[in-house]
């Protein structure tokens, strides 16, 4: 049996790898749907089967087209079979059964996300979806497609991964059925789940099942996680139960970020005669040495799924403590019970996938991709398609650690930037082969717009580190944010032939850009099309606290720069701020503060959004509990304010759109109530008026469907992988598998 401890020893570049011996049929237009393509490529099966509930557009910013094209580049024939018919197992046939396995994913998004809006509404379209048809994918999808899979083929070996899987890796809180739900992986049936973008995994794992290794051996691949028997471990390794190590205190004796297992130090003499006694000094080289081999054969017992699902303070615990072993150079390998008795069983999880190299980004990057949907959806728009097709995504991974958002959790802190010649040799094919190019980048950003190459001054600081947020409470002092490779990026792209203009319509995280005031006068005077989204998301400290946001001084300061400049290049340029209503730690006051800030400010929102929990976040679990993970986490620790009901919901929301009159009746009771009514009357200093327009404030509908119970919040930033906006209402996020 593989033993986890290995995995790491050496990096591997993905590019490295003797390819297939299927190499030899050459690459493929578009990855075969039917089994006339694949007759057409001259296969008689596939390798791999991947299965999505995205329609197939081949390009990096779709998933299962970067893991296709990756496995492709390794000799690997690669099918994909999109949203599958789901009434029986018949259209998981249509490809035959894989050589190797199948690889089950949901696609770019949350499936849950991706049907429902904060309020548990079905969402009226699917912009993954041809034409933007709904319900073109089931809840929960990778459940449901890995089941099928299983019964199509039942001796076939299943991967599971994407967004979806990673986010359920252990036992979480489900928003939509307002339950503890267990680990995605007894559900799914899955031999392996590949969590975080999972490249470097995939690559070896596809090489040693073509090897012969059976799969239900393989237990070395960071990145992975599997169920093995109630308390199965390595041999030479041992359990630590989690609540004895959540010390929020510096920790020590990390180990080498690219290695699971340190060398051990080096033997110790033979032991000297019983009636001598000899005193030998290890030189700190030596005991850090022993104290890595220590931690890097132990695994932390998180609690048991049956223990979280009834004690909200034990799941605060083992929130915190996932969170705290999330760095690749310091995490731990993780165990979570699921069962009880003769059925209990263990979900293993292995210590996070080491980043990509710039290298092998570039690689990824540079792969053969059709940068089209495939031809069988012909004339038909794919909305997400028509978001992207012009954009260029140039890092991945995010060190914000915003408690609300998804993109930590599956693609990590540490920023992975690709080359500049790579970036510019994407210009120049949307520029040479993507139809209707106009000579307009609509953007050149990733999860955010400005952290381009960014990382610790110190690798071994950033191999040790504990913290949840690089720039929260402020900017770690061992942070580089030099903006000067980005500016140069940026005017390197505009230069380029046949290229008019460069949008940067990624999100920008505006604590940093102030830090760098060039940067922000090369965005105002070149980058931005009238309006720059930003993401205060509060002014209140208690929400902001809980979001581990800045407070709103860093916006103030962002603000006059960009005015600034903006006015300095003769351009009529605008902010346009997002915020969150619901957020845990938010309160009715908090609002209206909020709501006067907007006022006064001159804002109007249009598209506002509520918080939504998505599993895993931080955030999440503050609703969830009404614990504040990010600190230790105990029975008298800290409590969270958590709005909950419905009307409290709508209440939030309205204040941020306090210029609506279908809003006014609501808002007219909630000041009353708070002794504000001062704020009613027509007054410039007045929140609302007192009069009430005819036809207008009326009840609001019924949330169709399953009516929220105690539980009906919403959020903005969630699930897909790693482009800016989300799909709720704020645009679509790019992926990386």
Same mark, same amino acid.
């Given at each position: 049996?593989?033993?986890?401890?290995?995995?790491?020893?050496?990096?591997?570049?993905?590019?490295?790898?003797?390819?297939?011996?299927?190499?030899?049929?050459?690459?493929?237009?578009?990855?075969?749907?039917?089994?006339?393509?694949?007759?057409?490529?001259?296969?008689?099966?596939?390798?791999?089967?991947?299965?999505?509930?995205?329609?197939?557009?081949?390009?990096?910013?779709?998933?299962?087209?970067?893991?296709?094209?990756?496995?492709?580049?390794?000799?690997?024939?690669?099918?994909?079979?999109?949203?599958?018919?789901?009434?029986?197992?018949?259209?998981?046939?249509?490809?035959?059964?894989?050589?190797?396995?199948?690889?089950?994913?949901?696609?770019?998004?949350?499936?849950?996300?991706?049907?429902?809006?904060?309020?548990?509404?079905?969402?009226?379209?699917?912009?993954?979806?041809?034409?933007?048809?709904?319900?073109?994918?089931?809840?929960?999808?990778?459940?449901?497609?890995?089941?099928?899979?299983?019964?199509?083929?039942?001796?076939?070996?299943?991967?599971?991964?994407?967004?979806?899987?990673?986010?359920?890796?252990?036992?979480?809180?489900?928003?939509?059925?307002?339950?503890?739900?267990?680990?995605?992986?007894?559900?799914?049936?899955?031999?392996?789940?590949?969590?975080?973008? %999972?490249?470097?995994?995939?690559?070896?794992?596809?090489?040693?099942?073509?090897?012969?290794?059976?799969?239900?051996?393989?237990?070395?691949?960071?990145?992975?996680?599997?169920?093995?028997?109630?308390?199965?471990?390595?041999?030479?390794?041992?359990?630590?139960?989690?609540?004895?190590?959540?010390?929020?205190?510096?920790?020590?004796?990390?180990?080498?970020?690219?290695?699971?297992?340190?060398?051990?130090?080096?033997?110790? %003499?033979?032991?000297?005669?019983?009636?001598?006694?000899?005193?030998?000094?290890?030189?700190?080289?030596?005991?850090?040495?022993?104290?890595?081999?220590?931690?890097?054969?132990?695994?932390?017992?998180?609690?048991?799924?049956?223990?979280?699902?009834?004690?909200?303070?034990?799941?605060?615990? %083992?929130?915190?403590?996932?969170?705290?072993?999330?760095?690749?150079?310091?995490?731990?390998?993780?165990?979570?019970?699921?069962?009880?008795?003769?059925?209990?069983?263990?979900?293993?999880?292995?210590?996070?996938?080491?980043?990509?190299?710039?290298?092998?980004?570039?690689?990824?990057?540079?792969?053969?991709?059709?940068?089209?949907?495939?031809?069988?959806?012909?004339?038909?728009?794919?909305?997400?398609?028509?978001?992207?097709?012009?954009?260029?995504?140039?890092?991945?991974?995010?060190?914000?650690?915003?408690?609300?958002?998804?993109?930590?959790?599956?693609?990590?802190?540490?920023?992975?930037?690709?080359?500049?010649?790579?970036?510019?040799?994407?210009?120049?094919?949307?520029?040479?082969?993507?139809?209707?190019?106009?000579?307009?980048?609509?953007?050149?950003?990733?999860?955010?717009?400005?952290?381009?190459?960014?990382?610790?001054?110190?690798?071994?600081?950033?191999?040790?580190?504990?913290?949840?947020?690089?720039?929260?409470?402020?900017?770690?002092?061992?942070?580089?944010?030099?903006?000067?490779?980005?500016?140069?990026?940026?005017?390197?792209?505009?230069?380029?032939?046949?290229?008019?203009?460069?949008?940067?319509?990624?999100?920008?995280?505006?604590?940093?850009?102030?830090?760098?005031?060039?940067?922000?006068?090369?965005?105002?005077?070149?980058?931005?099309?009238?309006?720059?989204?930003?993401?205060?998301?509060?002014?209140?400290?208690?929400?902001?606290?809980?979001?581990?946001?800045?407070?709103?001084?860093?916006?103030?300061?962002?603000?006059?720069?960009?005015?600034?400049?903006?006015?300095?290049?003769?351009?009529?340029?605008?902010?346009?701020?997002?915020?969150?209503?619901?957020?845990?730690?938010?309160?009715?006051?908090?609002?209206?503060?909020?709501?006067?800030?907007?006022?006064?400010?001159?804002?109007?929102?249009?598209?506002?959004?509520?918080?939504?929990?998505?599993?895993?976040?931080?955030?999440?679990?503050?609703?969830?509990?009404?614990?504040?993970?990010?600190?230790?986490?105990?029975?008298?620790?800290?409590?969270?304010?958590?709005?909950?009901?419905?009307?409290?919901?709508?209440?939030?929301?309205?204040?941020?759109?306090?210029?609506?009159?279908?809003?006014?009746?609501?808002?007219?009771?909630?000041?009353?109530?708070?002794?504000?009514?001062?704020?009613?009357?027509?007054?410039?200093?007045?929140?609302?008026?007192?009069?009430?327009?005819?036809?207008?404030?009326?009840?609001?509908?019924?949330?169709?469907?399953?009516?929220?119970?105690?539980?009906?919040?919403?959020?903005?930033?969630?699930?897909?992988?790693?482009?800016?906006?989300?799909?709720?209402?704020?645009?679509?996020?790019?992926?990386?598998?």
């Amino acid at each position: 049996m593989s033993r986890p401890e290995q995995a790491g020893t050496q990096i591997k570049p993905i590019f490295s790898y003797r390819k297939h011996w299927a190499q030899r049929f050459g690459i493929a237009p578009f990855l075969p749907m039917t089994r006339e393509e694949m007759r057409t490529l001259g296969w008689d099966s596939c390798d791999i089967i991947i299965v999505t509930g995205d329609a197939y557009i081949d390009h990096p910013s779709f998933g299962m087209a970067l893991v296709g094209r990756l496995l492709e580049a390794q000799g690997f024939r690669v099918g994909i079979i999109s949203q599958p018919d789901l009434h029986s197992a018949a259209d998981f046939k249509r490809l035959g059964k894989p050589n190797l396995f199948f690889g089950v994913t949901a696609g770019n998004m949350d499936s849950m996300v991706n049907r429902y809006t904060a309020d548990r509404r079905i969402r009226s379209s699917d912009a993954y979806t041809p034409d933007g048809a709904p319900d073109k994918q089931p809840d929960h999808a990778v459940t449901v497609y890995s089941q099928r899979c299983r019964e199509a083929y039942p001796d076939a070996p299943l991967v599971i991964g994407s967004i979806e899987a990673s986010l359920r890796r252990i036992a979480h809180y489900d928003y939509w059925s307002d339950t503890m739900r267990r680990s995605i992986l007894p559900d799914a049936k899955a031999d392996l789940l590949l969590f975080g973008n %999972a490249e470097r995994a995939l690559v070896e794992l596809a090489h040693r099942l073509a090897g012969g290794e059976n799969i239900k051996a393989i237990r070395d691949l960071r990145g992975s996680a599997f169920m093995v028997p109630r308390g199965w471990r390595p041999e030479g390794w041992t359990d630590a139960d989690s609540t004895t190590v959540d010390t929020p205190g510096a920790i020590h004796a990390r180990p080498d970020p690219y290695a699971m297992v340190q060398q051990a130090p080096a033997a110790a %003499a033979a032991a000297p005669a019983a009636a001598t006694h000899t005193i030998r000094f290890h030189s700190r080289d030596q005991r850090l040495a022993a104290r890595r081999q220590a931690r890097a054969l132990t695994v932390i017992r998180l609690p048991s799924y049956e223990q979280v699902k009834v004690d909200p303070v034990l799941d605060a615990h %083992a929130s915190r403590t996932f969170h705290l072993e999330s760095n690749p150079g310091n995490a731990r390998a993780l165990v979570q019970g699921h069962g009880e008795n003769a059925a209990a069983r263990d979900v293993w999880l292995n210590p996070p996938p080491l980043p990509l190299s710039t290298a092998e980004m570039d690689h990824v990057y540079g792969l053969p991709y059709a940068r089209a949907p495939h031809p069988a959806y012909g004339s038909a728009n794919i909305p997400a398609w028509e978001m992207i097709r012009f954009s260029v995504n140039i890092m991945r991974g995010c060190f914000g650690g915003c408690t609300f958002c998804s993109i930590t959790e599956h693609e990590g802190r540490i920023i992975q930037s690709r080359s500049d010649a790579s970036i510019l040799r994407e210009i120049e094919e949307i520029r040479d082969k993507t139809t209707g190019f106009t000579g307009v980048i609509s953007d050149i950003g990733g999860p955010t717009a400005n952290m381009y190459r960014m990382a610790c001054k110190d690798p071994k600081i950033e191999s040790s580190c504990r913290r949840l947020s690089c720039v929260y409470p402020g900017i770690c002092e061992n942070l580089n944010t030099d903006h000067a490779p980005l500016i140069d990026l940026y005017r390197k792209a505009r230069a380029l032939p046949g290229i008019k203009k460069v949008f940067v319509a990624s999100g920008l995280r505006y604590d940093l850009a102030v830090r760098s005031p060039e940067y922000v006068k090369e965005l105002a005077s070149h980058h931005v099309g009238g309006y720059l989204k930003i993401a205060p998301e509060h002014i209140a400290e208690g929400p902001l606290s809980k979001m581990m946001k800045p407070g709103v001084g860093s916006y103030d300061k962002f603000k006059a720069l960009f005015d600034k400049f903006s006015r300095e290049a003769g351009k009529e340029q605008y902010l346009i701020p997002y915020f969150i209503a619901a957020h845990p730690g938010t309160s009715d006051e908090d609002m209206l503060a909020l709501a006067l800030w907007l006022k006064h400010n001159g804002f109007r929102l249009d598209q506002v959004q509520t918080f939504l929990p998505t599993p895993l976040a931080l955030a999440t679990t503050m609703y969830h509990t009404g614990k504040n993970p990010l600190h230790r986490v105990s029975s008298t620790s800290e409590q969270v304010s958590v709005v909950r009901g419905g009307r409290q919901r709508r209440l939030h929301k309205a204040f941020l759109r306090y210029h609506d009159p279908e809003n006014w009746p609501l808002l007219r009771e909630a000041l009353a109530r708070m002794g504000r009514a001062d704020l009613i009357g027509n007054g410039k200093k007045q929140l609302i008026p007192s009069f009430q327009p005819a036809g207008t404030g009326k009840a609001p509908q019924r949330t169709l469907g399953r009516q929220p119970g105690k539980h009906a919040q919403g959020n903005r930033r969630t699930i897909a992988h790693a482009k800016s906006g989300g799909k709720q209402k704020r645009g679509l996020r790019r992926t990386a598998s």
